[in-house]
């Protein structure tokens, strides 16, 4: 079984930064991409930021220029450093990885990290 491991969020001001970490382990295939998700409450869950196992990455709108996705293969562990974090930012973030159709096509995600943007 596949898990996903996430760490780094917490209550930071506006225009601050914090680092989201996620590990994962278990039947990991080498090709893969990994990615970071949010929902507030009362919203769906959407799509931050995304990136593959060769480094191809994908952002939101909302956060292109402040966010940052990145892996270390080796560790099967993606990052999200995210700058100048605004209140509408405010969300439960998911760690998520897509394993590729020709070995299973499934997707897993972590338990969620709060990420609380106030002054």
């Known amino acids: 079984q596949l898990q996903l491991v996430e760490s780094g969020g917490g209550l930071v001001q506006p225009g601050g930064s914090l680092r989201l970490s996620c590990a994962a382990s278990?039947?990991?295939?080498?090709?893969?991409?990994m990615g970071w998700y949010r929902q507030a409450p009362g919203k769906q869950r959407e799509l931050v930021a995304s990136?593959?196992?060769?480094?191809?990455?994908n952002y939101a709108d909302s956060v292109k220029g402040r966010f940052t996705i990145s892996r270390d293969n080796a560790k099967n562990t993606v990052y999200l450093q995210m700058n100048n974090l605004k209140p509408e930012d405010t969300s439960v973030y998911y760690c998520?990885?897509?394993?590729?159709?020709?070995?299973?096509?499934?997707?897993?995600w972590g338990q969620g990290t709060q990420v609380t943007v106030s002054s």
């Open positions: 998520n990885i897509y394993l590729p159709k020709w070995f299973s096509g499934n997707t897993y």
């Open positions: 278990g039947m990991i295939v080498s090709i893969n991409t």
């Open positions: 990136i593959t196992t060769g480094g191809s990455t």
